[in-house]
């Protein structure tokens, strides 16, 4: 009996799905030409997201999408377990600045983090700033903080509804009043305070023509120096070159208050320029330290004017350098750290002690040297996993790192580089058992014979009879590395007898440069072999089936998967691609989008506009062809990945698709790219993702947690 009534639910699932009724979206005759190639874009008019139009698409579709959602019983079950599981205490990383010691906390469900500080590491904590204040909704976020030498002042940066851009604001520690400084218009910019706690250093552009309209291309950002109690207009403009429109800045104050260190940079172009200023010259002027733009450089601190940069000039996997301002033609750099056989991806100077994290297979290594190179010891990490931290100043003799995994929550460590040894700070507790379940790592070839690391997580006894759930994400790009990393959501997916495969891609920063650059430009399909490559292992190896496999990725990794699944649509059952880059023939035409023409090409130029045009997602839909079940994702207020992307991406999905596996759009509102969303709306929105593969892959959710 149980098995005829099975059987009667599945079909009438599969009438459901077959029923599905899309909203018609106009077509339109826009066609564009690119050398002399007709390129029709049916879905421009979508790209205006403040159009009556569009905002009526935009409901039409949600409502379609949340009437699908809402159907699928098992939603509220993987809601409730999700709500259970993120209902714990989270931390930040430690800073110190005066007297106190800062750090971020979240009671479990709090859509924001509070800002703590307490006076001795034992002490007991004080609020500083609850942005859960700033709003009914949680929908704006604390964005950045920073505070004063003397620790007297906050600095802090808030986000609303997700987007880009910040506001700063004031906050006298002592009294908890807010101050009259407030700076608008400031974008991809950290803040930096004076030695002497007067006032601040930042990056802003000039006022939008149209503050509304997200498409809107940034150029000319300037540095700025803004002291306390004056108003914005009379902040002093310390560097712009209006001769280089495409030019970013990024101030920072050394530790000892000497020099203004300026990073510059051309977009995401993993190459940028150095130049400095004497803050006690007697009449400061910027001058050019690095100016070819041959490579990254980062500074790490100084002894006087002996400057440390990390770099990857004649070094892809990175090294560490001194330069002498006195003498700091290149013949003259002092290689202090010469490049390993590991990938260096960071490096701190404290306590006269260069820390620094090198990356063995995209998992944590921490090395310690002095300033001369020489070793000094290696810090010991529990397991396969990613260590961050080890801020402060160069006289400080503690610090703060956290190690995580895909099966360990971020626990924050204080370490004391007198004693050389570490004792936890803050260690969350989850009502879970995450003993059950395992993290290995294997390697494959991918379709050129690249030898490719991927993560695999998933309950011990795993069975290999290709009946498994797999959550295949990745996203190769930017040189961003995809190393070990602890997700509630993850959890859950676990805990539905899910298996997690995270791919290290080219693209990425995993290996140093050179793996980055074999996934750039024309080289960019090596990428989307990469993760094919991936998906046929499992199949091949019987973790999975083509369909119990899902694809997912964010941003860059949306077009990842947006390029695989239109590549090769037979191979995966479900596909997530969230936020992505859709339309590669106009995404250097919108908001930052011409910072990434470094990685992707444009297609202005005519070599690199046929690689776009091969593998871009919004082009290579074709009518008549089954593609997987899809659950697009965006949200209304990005204004970095602009949401016409996806919106004429699933737009042009629904027309062309043949099968009855839904395709469907998810445009949360109020929200952006993701930074500050509030913790309902990423409750609601893994809930939906979940519920979705649960339906499209036959995946079992249990009643009860299971490991």
């Known amino acids: 009996m149980k098995i005829i009534v099975a059987a009667l639910l599945a079909a009438a699932l599969v009438g459901q799905i077959a029923k599905l009724n899309y909203p018609k979206t106009r077509k339109s005759d826009h066609v564009d030409v690119y050398h002399g190639a007709q390129t029709p874009d049916a879905y421009r008019w979508l790209e205006d997201q403040n ?38 205490e989270r931390y930040s990383n430690v800073f110190k600045e005066g007297n106190h010691y800062f750090f971020s906390r979240n009671d479990g469900l709090q859509n924001q983090s509070v800002l703590y500080r307490v006076a001795s590491l034992d ?24 505070v004063s030498p003397d620790g007297r002042t906050l600095a802090y940066g808030i986000t609303v509804s997700g987007s880009d851009w910040r506001e700063w604001k004031f906050l006298d520690i002592e009294s908890r009043a807010e101050l009259t400084d407030h700076l608008l218009w400031s974008k991809f910019s950290g803040i930096s305070w004076s030695k002497d706690a007067k006032g601040v250093f930042y990056s802003a552009y000039e006022k939008p023509a149209d503050p509304k ?22 902040d002093e403009l310390v560097y712009e070159r209006k001769d280089q429109k495409e030019w970013g800045f990024g101030g920072e104050v050394s530790d000892d ?17 150095i130049f400095y200023k004497d803050l006690k010259a007697a009449q400061p002027a910027v001058l050019e330290l ?14 006087g004017e002996r400057l440390f940069f990390y770099t990857t000039w004649n070094a892809p996997r990175g090294r560490i350098i001194a330069i002498d301002l006195r003498h700091p033609e290149r013949e003259n750099w002092q290689e202090v750290l010469p490049q390993a056989a590991d990938n260096l991806e960071e490096a701190s100077y404290i306590h006269r002690t260069l820390v620094a994290n090198y990356l063995r297979d995209a998992h944590s290594r921490i090395r310690m040297f002095d300033g001369e190179g020489k070793h000094l010891r290696d810090l010991g990490v529990p397991g396969i996993g990613s260590v961050v931290g080890f801020g402060g100043k160069q006289t400080d003799t503690e610090t703060f790192y956290t190690f995580t995994s895909f099966t360990s929550p971020p626990t924050i460590y204080h370490y004391d580089l007198k004693t050389n040894t570490s004792r936890v ?31 695999l997580t998933h309950r011990q006894g795993l069975r290999l009879d290709s009946s498994n759930p797999v959550y295949l994400y990745g996203y190769g790009g930017f040189r961003v590395s995809l190393t070990p990393a602890f997700s509630v959501s993850r959890l859950v997916w676990l805990e539905m007898g899910g298996v997690l495969a995270i791919p290290n891609l080219r693209g990425g920063g995993e290996y140093g440069d050179t793996w980055h650059q074999a996934g750039t430009k024309l080289k960019k399909q090596n990428v989307f072999d990469d993760f094919i490559a991936a998906a046929q292992w499992l199949i091949d190896n019987r973790y999975t089936s083509p369909r119990k496999l899902a694809i997912a990725g964010g941003s860059n990794g949306g077009l990842l998967v947006g390029a695989c699944m239109t590549q090769r649509p037979e191979l995966f059952g479900a596909a997530i691609p969230q936020v992505g880059v859709m339309d590669m023939l106009r995404f ?14 444009s297609a202005d130029n005519p070599e690199e506009f046929k690689a776009l045009r091969a593998y871009s997602p919004l082009h290579n839909l074709k009518r008549g062809v089954t593609y997987p079940a899809t659950l697009v994702t965006t949200s209304d207020h990005d204004d970095r990945v602009v949401p016409g992307h996806s919106f004429k991406f699933a737009a042009a999905l629904q027309a062309a698709h043949e099968g009855s596996a839904p395709v469907l759009i998810r445009i949360q509102t109020k929200a952006g790219h993701g930074l500050g969303t509030p913790i309902s709306f990423v409750i609601e929105e893994q809930a939906d993702i979940f519920a979705f593969l649960a339906r499209n892959l036959n995946v079992k959710v249990p009643s009860e947690p299971r490991p």
């Open 51 to 88: 159009s009556a139009e569009t905002g009526a698409w935009v409901q039409e579709q949600n409502k379609l999408t949340f009437s699908y959602l809402e159907s699928i019983p098992e939603r509220n079950a993987i809601r409730a377990r999700l709500k259970k599981l993120w209902d714990h």
């Open 123 to 146: 002490g007991r904590p004080e609020v500083l700033l609850d942005p859960n204040k700033f709003s009914k909704d949680g929908t704006i976020a604390l964005a950045q903080a920073a």
């Open 213 to 234: 309209d997200s498409r809107a291309p940034l150029y000319y950002q300037k540095l700025y120096y803004h002291r306390l109690g004056t108003p914005q207009a009379q």
């Open 257 to 273: 208050g000497r020099y203004l260190i300026i990073s510059v940079w051309k977009g995401t172009e993993r190459k940028n320029g």
């Open 290 to 303: 690095l100016k070819d733009f041959d490579a990254i450089y980062r500074f790490i601190g100084n002894e």
């Open 425 to 455: 700070f803050r260690q969350p507790k989850l009502e879970a058992d995450l003993t059950h379940y395992e993290t290995k790592q294997v390697f494959y070839r991918s379709k050129d014979g690249t030898r490719v690391p991927m993560f």
């Open 588 to 601: 250097h035409k919108m908001t930052i989008g011409w910072a990434w023409v470094s990685d992707y090409g």
